[in-house]
């Protein structure tokens, strides 16, 4: 399965991404945790001590075709060897990698994002599952940064900035290349609260994760929740997400 | 003065920036709130409502529509792009994604 998280800076994309991850992976799937937000995050939520584990420069090589520069992987190097190469091993087997951190004002993101780019269309789609963590807000997800993704989540919380967001999304995923797009409300109430988030945004509910203040807890602890409160609300609402994916990729 | 409000996505970046900018306006000073970020939802926090946030054409948008053969300056364009929000603060947006464009950030 191939999945994106999209939503609102704050709506919780990392928290429920990285839990998702390692709830797939410990099912005995291979997963890339995919981390294209410049913002740390889901190296918390996975439980990985290390923040930056992207591609080093030396892994992308430049070449010019009809007088344009391009990039490609190293010789010999393919989408699984950089994987398994370059990515953290995280709890429960997941394969942690990321797409570089802004280290500096002018630091230069191209090289970066074009071998992510590579590694991503040359993993084998039967064998690996893909959950990415994508930046907040509308910055173009469904196009370039997660093309890589058959369902996108768009994470929305019911307050009039997360749903506007998600439908600025939703908008943009129809006129992009049409992936499915289906809405995670999160931090709900009461089922009121769900049911809000489907008729505001327009988007099928694939679920809703409750407001859980152990989730804040793990936060400040800097632990992924899963290792906090494993049998707490989040992570008993990301199972259930899981679940559903699962069933419905398997009916496809 | 000019400020700028940076800070993770959830933070209360747009909180904050709505608060400086009515308490700044209430205080006498003559406000203009400017949304930069591509995914705007300042006008929700400064009281102006989601309608009119989800309806609030952006100053690049105008610029790209050829509008600034017809503003003179870039005060003219936040007059006649924004939008009189709650105290007199003035907002504008500078810019949002409307349609997908690949290799934009």
């Known amino acids: 399965m191939r999945v994106a998280f999209v939503g609102k800076g704050g709506a919780g994309k990392s928290s429920l991404a990285g839990t998702f991850a390692r709830v797939l992976a410990a099912t005995g799937r291979r997963v890339v945790a995919l981390d294209s937000d410049p913002m740390p995050g889901m190296a918390f939520s996975l439980g990985v001590a290390q923040i930056d584990a992207g591609l080093p420069d030396d892994a992308v090589e430049e070449f010019e075709e009809t007088g344009r520069r391009r990039y490609r992987l190293r010789e010999g190097l393919t989408g699984t060897g950089a994987i398994e190469r370059y990515a953290v091993r995280g709890p429960d087997g997941v394969h942690f990698f990321q797409l570089g951190k802004a280290r500096g004002a002018r630091w230069d993101n191209t090289r970066q994002h074009f071998g992510f780019q590579r590694v991503l269309d040359d993993l084998p789609g039967e064998d690996w599952s893909v959950v990415g963590d994508l930046p907040g807000g509308t910055r173009q997800p469904f196009l370039t940064w997660g093309r890589y993704a058959e369902t996108f989540l768009v994470v929305a919380e019911p307050t009039p900035a997360s749903l506007l967001t998600a439908r600025r999304l939703a908008r943009l995923a129809v006129t992009g290349s049409a992936p499915r797009v289906v809405v995670v409300a999160n931090k709900v109430r009461t089922p009121r609260d769900a049911e809000e988030v489907a008729e505001r945004t327009g988007l099928l509910l694939l679920g809703a994760v409750p407001f859980d203040p152990a989730l804040d807890e793990a936060d400040r602890l800097g632990r992924a929740v899963l290792d906090h409160d494993p049998t707490g609300p989040t992570v008993t609402a990301v199972r259930s997400l899981v679940a559903a994916l699962s069933t419905e990729t398997r009916a496809r | ?105």
């Open chain 2, 1 to 105: 003065m000019k400020i700028a409000v940076v800070g993770k996505g959830g933070s209360g970046k747009t909180t904050t920036s709505a608060v400086l900018a009515r308490t700044l306006a209430r205080s006498g000073y003559a406000t203009l709130a400017l949304d930069c970020d591509s995914n705007p939802n300042l006008g929700i926090s400064l009281g102006i409502g989601e309608e009119a946030t989800e309806r609030l054409i952006s100053v690049r948008d105008a610029v790209d529509a050829g509008e600034e053969e017809h503003a003179s300056s870039a005060e003219d364009l936040v007059a006649r792009f924004g939008i009189e929000g709650p105290d007199g603060v003035r907002l504008a947006v500078v810019s949002a994604i409307q349609n997908p464009e690949p290799g934009c950030p």
